[in-house]
């Protein structure tokens, strides 16, 4: 059976789409990833826009009812009529164009690219609660399910505005949408707002807990919810200061301490010391120019001791804060631990870092006996932070805090522990695991996490939810806020001194570090941490959404394995899985569960466990991780993914699609995804990568993180009946299809802004495609061909073709090996169309460019290279390799393959050079005698294109213009068309940032002077 094909299927302006996606990154204000901490969000931009065109019928086929086509074209006349200033500048022409020549739209391809346009501009977070756009959307996507279940009944107003649309789509059926990783949201609020139903599941409770507040509660009770929820908010606030204040009290000037800093310590082990060691990554209070703030260590070995002193900035000298006539003659920042070990200042004894970890392990983690060194205040009337040393009264608040802690333990008579004694992740194995270091320090319960007055903190919010308003909507939205103040309370938290305020423990990434010395917030306080200040974030969601007025979802808390719908019910099966090993979800929930399950009932929560389920978590941990003792591996992953894209299938209509999004930058990741997907019997129909990172990120610069999230386009490998396709594909025939479909996608990509790790991998949707139509493909012996091999074969097609476009006009195959795997190393590093990085920023030295070793075997394989063959240009270190670079390679270059080592460097203002580097390699310098200089000027040229330029651009930065034009002039490298070609092709590709961008270009530079 044929469907119409939707849009997504077609096109996608990914561009544009891109553009709002990353623009999100700095969008704080109302943007529901501030409600609550999740991992790894989609950009709400990129859901908004791939659910309207999933939804959407291309108005382009054959096959498109033309019911929903006259829809369409009424409804973007209707927009280019009454909305045109609401158009970006890419989609204002075009819609311009409408109000002048309406016929145009009978045109089915100008039809299909105003839609387009509008899918782009909506996709832009301003418009995400413009009543016209929303009414638009949703009718169109209402009109789309009744088209496509080939239901006419409805009918547009005869007169269209915002007010009759809204009308006539008030009782209508909708599409469904699923999403059964839903996490924090994003796809299923973008289905909604799209005018889908939406049901959204997971298997994390946290993660539940988000979604029935964004999904459930707020669009079912709107304004008066909102209101409700600033109220008790506030009665918690003004409870908590009253409970609370003596153990924060304020200094006798006025002033209110905001955030107290702390240093874990250790005892010396020098030699006859065992002075106490404050476990310091930084002195610096605040890094701010001429308004500098430190800590100053005062040592005093006779009391095995130190004492601080606070140093300031004024008029450019440094002096002592209370004494500022007094000058701080010679003022040290180096810190007391440099990765891990610690370094006395009595006695300037290292202690290595086992014997930190051996030392606080017993004092679990070290927090409750931790030293107070400095105290942040602010003063009433004044602007700015202030800093001063800690003294009796505030280490009598401390006092204070831990036997009041102490007192409402014994108690205590509720259901869970008082404080939570819950384990933290035993951080072991080589999978997602890896992220957890706190038993290590002997931080083995969650309660261990904390000091005592953050304890009590923790807990009096959370028994204050519990005590307040009585409903459940209610409390569970002031339960996010008490997730949102742990993230900021724990001795996790690190003072920024160049922002002034304290850094959340987790603030979304993949792991929770442990930090030595750590900065403790004030939760009465109005400043960064508080339960003011959180509640501020939390109220401006809750408004955002009331805003947008969509229809409640149905939410509930499954394994994605099980999904509770009926066969056949779903229009859009729409998801964003585990990304394998990144993200260890359920163990980083716990850090927040802990206290949202003391601050709800078990009911509210719908689960009543110690920790958040394990057990059915589809994540690579390489270990047991759950309690039913199955080892979670690269099988592990792949069967589970099989079984929920099977789930899918099954609840998805024959003529519905779905979209997985896929962000991992492990081809292992990939394969075990893509494998499941097959498997499962969805034909991949298409794949778009939005880019979701800056590319400018330093860790794009380095290796292939990738920048884009992959949205792989499917449908169900199904009859009109819903029965799976069985059909056996030629090995033969799939091949001779695959190098015209990347060759048909690749200059798409770039022409879009997608090159590098990111082109790759979109080019796996089209390729798939071939492979996926068919439930298994066979080679003329009857063998079936794994996907495995059919990926491998993708990656080399892709390398072909990659390395043509980078030698565009040149005979690619006609580069020695090592030129040709630079070229594609370096391409698939690259983040953006034209290099990495801003041309502004400062020439750095990389000791080369790291891959994951596989995606280099793969792109080496598809090229004919051997890696084993190539040690001089590539290193290989367990699961990384990296291309040397030419500093790198200088030992090699000048005669002496068997070392390998970086140059030292001399650095002038314009940034580093090599002037020494011919001294290191034992090479005379310019001063030398005319028979040892002779001996510099004809080096011994490079056996192949790759070397001899390498040995240029050495030659350049060493300042030796005459040994460079001998090498190149005498010696005839300069006569070699390739040479220049090759240039040309690095320049392009070297990161804008690094020293070798800089030196091909100086050698460039010299090519016409020279006469070539």
Same mark, same amino acid.
């Given at each position: 059976?044929?469907?119409?094909?939707?849009?997504?299927?077609?096109?996608?302006?990914?561009?544009?789409?891109?553009?709002?996606?990353?623009?999100?990154?700095?969008?704080?204000?109302?943007?529901?990833?501030?409600?609550?901490?999740?991992?790894?969000?989609?950009?709400?931009?990129?859901?908004?826009?791939?659910?309207?065109?999933?939804?959407?019928?291309?108005?382009?086929?054959?096959?498109?009812?033309?019911?929903?086509?006259?829809?369409?074209?009424?409804?973007?006349?209707?927009?280019?009529?009454?909305?045109?200033?609401?158009?970006?500048?890419?989609?204002? @022409? +075009?819609?311009?164009?409408?109000?002048?020549?309406?016929?145009?739209?009978?045109? =089915?391809?100008? $039809?299909? %690219? !105003?839609? /387009?346009?509008?899918?782009?501009?909506?996709?832009?977070?301003?418009?995400?609660?413009?009543?016209?756009?929303?009414?638009?959307?949703?009718?169109?996507?209402?009109?789309?399910?009744?088209?496509?279940?080939?239901?006419?009944?409805?009918?547009?107003?005869?007169?269209?505005?915002?007010?009759?649309?809204?009308?006539?789509?008030?009782?209508?059926?909708?599409?469904?949408?699923?999403?059964?990783?839903?996490?924090?949201?994003?796809?299923?609020?973008?289905? @909604? +707002?799209?005018?889908?139903?939406?049901?959204?599941?997971?298997?994390?409770?946290? =993660?539940?807990? $988000?979604? %029935? !507040?964004? /999904?459930?509660?707020?669009?079912?009770?709107?304004?008066?919810?909102?209101?409700?929820?600033?109220?008790?908010?506030?009665?918690?606030?003004?409870?908590?200061?009253?409970?609370?204040?003596?153990?924060?009290?304020?200094?006798?000037?006025?002033?209110?301490?905001?955030?107290?800093?702390?240093?874990?310590?250790?005892?010396?082990?020098?030699?006859?010391?065992?002075?106490?060691?404050?476990?310091?990554?930084?002195?610096?209070?605040?890094?701010?120019?001429?308004?500098?703030?430190?800590?100053?260590?005062?040592?005093?070995?006779?009391?095995?001791?130190?004492?601080?002193?606070?140093?300031?900035?004024?008029?450019?000298?440094?002096?002592?804060?209370?004494?500022?006539?007094?000058?701080?003659?010679?003022?040290?920042?180096?810190?007391?631990?440099?990765?891990?070990?610690?370094?006395?200042?009595?006695?300037?004894?290292?202690?290595?870092?086992?014997?930190?970890?051996?030392?606080?392990?017993?004092?679990?983690?070290g927090a409750n006996d931790a030293r107070l060194f400095a105290v942040v205040t602010t003063r009433p009337g004044q602007k700015g932070r202030f800093y001063r040393l800690p003294g009796d009264r505030d280490l009598d608040a401390i006092r204070k805090s831990a036997s009041e802690l102490e007192r409402r333990k014994a108690a205590y008579t509720g259901k869970h522990s008082f404080v939570p004694e819950e384990p933290t992740?035993?951080?072991?194995?080589?999978?997602?695991?890896?992220?957890?270091?706190?038993?290590?320090?002997?931080?083995?319960?969650?309660?261990?996490?904390?000091?005592?007055?953050?304890?009590?903190?923790?807990?009096?919010?959370?028994?204050?939810?519990?005590?307040?308003?009585?409903?459940?909507?209610?409390?569970?939205?002031?339960?996010?806020?008490?997730?949102?103040?742990?993230?900021?309370?724990?001795?996790?938290?690190?003072?920024?001194?160049?922002?002034?305020?304290?850094?959340?423990?987790?603030?979304?990434?993949?792991?929770?570090?442990?930090?030595?010395?750590?900065?403790?917030?004030?939760?009465?306080?109005?400043?960064?941490?508080?339960?003011?200040?959180?509640?501020?974030?939390?109220?401006?969601?809750?408004?955002?959404?009331?805003?947008?007025?969509?229809?409640?979802?149905?939410?509930?808390?499954?394994?994605?394995?099980?999904?509770?719908?009926?066969?056949?019910?779903?229009?859009?099966?729409?998801?964003?899985?585990?990304?394998?090993?990144?993200?260890?979800?359920?163990?980083?929930?716990?850090?927040?569960?802990?206290?949202?399950?003391?601050?709800?009932?078990?009911?509210?929560?719908?689960?009543?466990?110690?920790?958040?389920?394990?057990?059915?978590?589809?994540?690579?941990?390489?270990?047991?991780?759950?309690?039913?003792?199955?080892?979670?591996?690269?099988?592990?992953?792949?069967?589970?993914?099989?079984?929920?894209?099977?789930?899918?299938?099954?609840?998805?209509?024959?003529?519905?699609?779905?979209?997985?999004?896929?962000?991992?930058?492990?081809?292992?990741?990939?394969?075990?995804?893509?494998?499941?997907?097959?498997?499962?019997?969805?034909?991949?129909?298409?794949?778009?990568?939005?880019?979701?990172?800056?590319?400018?990120?330093?860790?794009?610069?380095?290796?292939?993180?990738?920048?884009?999230?992959?949205?792989?386009?499917?449908?169900?490998?199904?009859?009109?009946?819903?029965?799976?396709?069985?059909?056996?594909?030629?090995?033969?025939?799939?091949?001779?299809?695959?190098?015209?479909?990347?060759?048909?996608?690749?200059?798409?990509?770039?022409?879009?802004?997608?090159?590098?790790?990111?082109?790759?991998?979109?080019?796996?949707?089209?390729?798939?495609?071939?492979?996926?139509?068919?439930?298994?493909?066979?080679?003329?012996?009857?063998?079936?061909?794994?996907?495995?091999?059919?990926?491998?074969?993708?990656?080399?097609?892709?390398?072909?073709?990659?390395?043509?476009?980078?030698?565009?006009?040149?005979?690619?195959?006609?580069?020695?090996?090592?030129?040709?795997?630079t070229a594609m190393w370096l391409w698939t590093l690259r983040t953006e169309a034209n290099g990495n990085g801003a041309d502004n920023e400062k020439a750095t030295s990389l000791p080369g460019y790291t891959l994951e070793y596989d995606a280099a075997r793969k792109i080496a394989q598809g090229l004919g290279c051997h890696l084993e063959n190539l040690t001089h240009l590539v290193e290989v270190k367990g699961d990384k390799?990296?291309?040397?670079?030419?500093?790198?390679?200088?030992?090699?270059?000048?005669?002496?393959?068997?070392?390998?080592?970086?140059?030292?460097r001399c650095k002038k203002k314009d940034g580093p050079v090599q002037q020494d580097l011919f001294s290191l390699l034992g090479v005379p310098d310019e001063e030398e005698t005319v028979a040892e200089r002779a001996e510099l000027e004809r080096p011994p040229a490079g056996k192949t294109a790759l070397d001899q330029l390498h040995q240029a651009m050495l030659l350049f930065t060493a300042g030796r213009g005459a040994a460079?034009?001998?090498?190149?002039?005498?010696?005839?490298?300069?006569?070699?068309?390739?040479?220049?070609?090759?240039?040309?092709?690095?320049?392009?590709?070297?990161?804008?940032?690094?020293?070798?961008?800089?030196?091909?270009?100086?050698?460039?530079?010299?090519?016409?002077?020279?006469?070539?």
């Open positions: 059976m044929t469907y119409p094909k939707r849009l997504i299927e077609v096109d996608l302006p990914i561009k544009r789409i891109s553009a709002h996606a990353r623009r999100e990154k700095s969008i704080r204000h109302g943007h529901i990833s501030t409600l609550h901490i999740w991992w790894a969000r989609r950009p709400l931009a990129a859901c908004r826009a791939v659910v309207c065109a999933s939804l959407w019928p291309d108005p382009c086929d054959d096959i498109c009812p033309p019911w929903f086509i006259n829809v369409a074209k009424r409804l973007m006349a209707y927009w280019g009529e009454s909305h045109l200033q609401k158009c970006s500048t890419d989609s204002y @022409l +075009r819609f311009n164009k409408i109000t002048r020549t309406p016929h145009c739209l009978d045109d =089915a391809a100008e $039809l299909r %690219k !105003v839609m /387009l346009d509008f899918i782009a501009d909506f996709a832009n977070w301003d418009n995400s609660t413009d009543p016209a756009y929303l009414a638009v959307a949703r009718t169109l996507t209402v009109a789309a399910h009744y088209a496509l279940e080939d239901n006419s009944t409805f009918a547009l107003p005869e007169s269209i505005s915002v007010e009759s649309l809204n009308d006539a789509i008030k009782d209508a059926p909708r599409p469904l949408l699923v999403d059964p990783f839903a996490g924090g949201g994003a796809i299923p609020l973008e289905g @909604l +707002r799209c005018g889908a139903d939406a049901f959204a599941s997971d298997l994390n409770p946290v =993660a539940v807990l $988000l979604n %029935k !507040v964004v /999904l459930e509660y707020i669009p079912k009770y709107g304004q008066r919810l909102a209101d409700e929820v600033e109220k008790w908010g506030q009665w918690i606030k003004e409870q908590a200061e009253k409970e609370l204040a003596e153990f924060y009290p304020k200094d006798e000037d006025g002033a209110t301490p905001i955030a107290y800093l702390w240093a874990r310590t250790i005892t010396c082990e020098g030699p006859g010391c065992g002075a106490e060691v404050p476990l310091m990554r930084s002195l610096w209070l605040a890094k701010k120019g001429e308004k500098s703030i430190a800590v100053q260590i005062v040592p005093k070995p006779d009391e095995k001791r130190c004492d601080f002193v606070i140093i300031k900035k004024e008029n450019g000298n440094w002096v002592y804060q209370d004494k500022p006539e007094m000058a701080c003659e010679k003022p040290k920042f180096d810190a007391t631990v440099a990765r891990g070990s610690a370094t006395c200042p009595c006695c300037g004894f290292t202690t290595p870092v086992k014997s930190v970890r051996a030392q606080l392990k017993p004092r679990k983690g992740p035993p951080g072991i194995g080589s999978g997602a695991g890896r992220a957890f270091s706190q038993r290590n320090y002997g931080i083995d319960t969650f309660s261990d996490l904390y000091t005592p007055r953050q304890l009590l903190s923790m807990t009096t919010l959370s028994r204050l939810v519990q005590d307040c308003s009585e409903r459940t909507e209610v409390q569970s939205i002031l339960a996010l806020g008490v997730g949102r103040v742990n993230d900021l309370c724990m001795s996790n938290c690190r003072w920024l001194p160049t922002r002034l305020t304290v850094a959340a423990a987790n603030g979304g990434q993949n792991r929770m570090p442990v930090n030595l010395d750590f900065a403790e917030t004030v939760a009465i306080a109005s400043a960064s941490g508080s339960w003011q200040g959180q509640m501020k974030w939390i109220n401006n969601v809750v408004r955002g959404l009331v805003a947008g007025g969509i229809t409640p979802a149905t939410v509930q808390r499954v394994s994605a394995q099980t999904v509770p719908l009926p066969t056949d019910s779903v229009d859009f099966f729409f998801t964003d899985p585990p990304y394998y090993d990144a993200f260890p979800y359920s163990d980083l929930s716990d850090f927040f569960y802990i206290w949202t399950k003391r601050a709800l009932s078990d009911s509210a929560m719908d689960y009543d466990g110690g920790t958040v389920p394990k057990s059915e978590e589809i994540v690579l941990y390489n270990v047991v991780h759950g309690e039913d003792g199955v080892v979670k591996d690269h099988q592990y992953f792949q069967e589970q993914m099989s079984t929920v894209f099977s789930r899918g299938r099954d609840i998805s209509k024959p003529n519905s699609v779905g979209t997985i999004v896929f962000a991992n930058k492990t081809t292992e990741g990939w394969e075990a995804l893509v494998t499941g997907l097959i498997d499962s019997g969805w034909i991949v129909t298409g794949s778009w990568p939005i880019q979701t990172e800056r590319p400018s990120r330093q860790r794009a610069q380095e290796s292939a993180a990738l920048g884009s999230s992959v949205h792989i386009v499917c449908r169900p490998r199904e009859d009109e009946d819903g029965n799976v396709i069985e059909r056996v594909g030629d090995w033969r025939d799939v091949l001779s299809e695959l190098p015209g479909r990347i060759a048909d996608w690749l200059p798409r990509l770039a022409s879009e802004g997608v090159v590098g790790a990111d082109a790759i991998f979109a080019c796996l949707g089209p390729a798939l495609e071939i492979f996926s139509r068919y439930s298994s493909v066979e080679k003329a012996s009857g063998e079936v061909v794994p996907l495995r091999e059919y990926l491998e074969q993708i990656w080399a097609e892709v390398a072909r073709q990659a390395l043509n476009m980078i030698f565009e006009g040149a005979n690619a195959s006609g580069f020695e090996e090592d030129a040709r795997l390799a990296m291309l040397l670079s030419a500093e790198s390679r200088a030992r090699y270059l000048f005669g002496k393959e068997d070392v390998r080592a970086t140059t030292k460079l034009k001998r090498f190149l002039v005498d010696d005839g490298i300069g006569t070699n068309p390739q040479f220049w070609t090759l240039a040309q092709a690095l320049s392009a590709l070297y990161p804008s940032h690094t020293n070798e961008k800089r030196w091909v270009d100086g050698v460039l530079a010299r090519k016409k002077g020279l006469g070539f």
